[in-house]
T-cell receptor, first 115, second 115 residues
Framework: SAVISQKPSRDICQRGTSLTIQCQVDSQVTMMFWYRQQPGQSLTLIATANQGSEATYESGFVIDKFPISRPNLTFSTLTVSNMSPEDSSIYLC????????????FGPGTRLTVT | AQSVAQPEDQVNVAEGNPLTVKCTYSVSGNPYLFWYVQYPNRGLQFLLKYITGDNLVKGSYGFEAEFNKSQTSFHLKKPSALVSDSALYFCAVRGARDSSYKLIFGSGTRLLVRP
């Protein structure tokens, strides 16, 4: 399975500021995903980030609020812009298994609290 | 539209007893089905998947799941529960013809194994 790391692991931010979350994978992967897990909730896909193309956002998520970069096949960033307390969530990146092409593997998550 | 239902918010079982965590799904065409586990302050860990073939699939930590096409179910099972199995479990699905690889997650079931 792929080894995925995220930075920061957690942060407390003030309303109106922005935070950039980094996701690093130990192998080259084509497809990366960013999910949000609000407190006590399930996972919701924010966007799909493929290298060399613009990210594809799901309904309810927009690029101005959640800009994503994918500069190469092992790295991606998600920025949470102009934060409000409603953005307090765990943000997780994931990749599709390169070996089987089926299961997704997830990073440890970034726990964001907005005050 | 694709969807996943986990009808139980919490499942309580005594250590040593068998456990079942229920999952039903709705998807166009054939499904790819997955179970993930989330321990406190940790990311999601992949447990097992059904892609095709034998309806009973075995995964990590002694867990298994049975795919039932007629009932559109994919229940997670373990013959003998451990206290360390206590965690949050998520069922996920995507359509076999879905080239986006997007996963749809259930709401999660909290498993509590008492000593």
């Amino acid at each position: 399975s792929a080894v995925i790391s995220q930075k920061p692991s957690r942060d407390i931010c003030q309303r109106g500021t922005s935070l950039t979350i980094q996701c690093q994978v130990d192998s080259q992967v084509t497809m990366m995903f960013w999910y949000r897990q609000q407190p006590g909730q399930s996972l919701t896909l924010i966007a799909t980030a493929n290298q060399g193309s613009e990210a594809t956002y799901e309904s309810g998520f927009v690029i101005d609020k959640f800009p994503i970069s994918r500069p190469n096949l092992t790295f991606s960033t998600l920025t949470v812009s102009n934060m409000s307390p409603e953005d307090s969530s765990i943000y997780l990146c994931s990749v599709v298994s390169g070996r089987t092409g089926y299961e997704q593997y997830f990073g440890p998550g970034t726990r964001l609290t907005v005050t | 539209a694709q969807s996943v239902a986990q009808p139980e918010d919490q499942v309580n079982v005594a250590e040593g007893n068998p456990l079942t965590v229920k999952c039903t799904y709705s998807v166009s065409g054939n499904p790819y089905l997955f179970w993930y586990v989330q321990y406190p302050n940790r990311g999601l860990q992949f447990l097992l998947k059904y892609i095709t073939g034998d309806n009973l699939v075995k995964g990590s930590y002694g867990f298994e799941a049975e795919f039932n096409k007629s009932q559109t179910s994919f229940h997670l099972k373990k013959p003998s529960a451990l206290v360390s199995d206590s965690a949050l479990y998520f069922c996920a699905v995507r359509g076999a013809r879905d080239s986006s690889y997007k996963l749809i997650f259930g709401s999660g079931t909290r498993l509590l194994v008492r000593p």
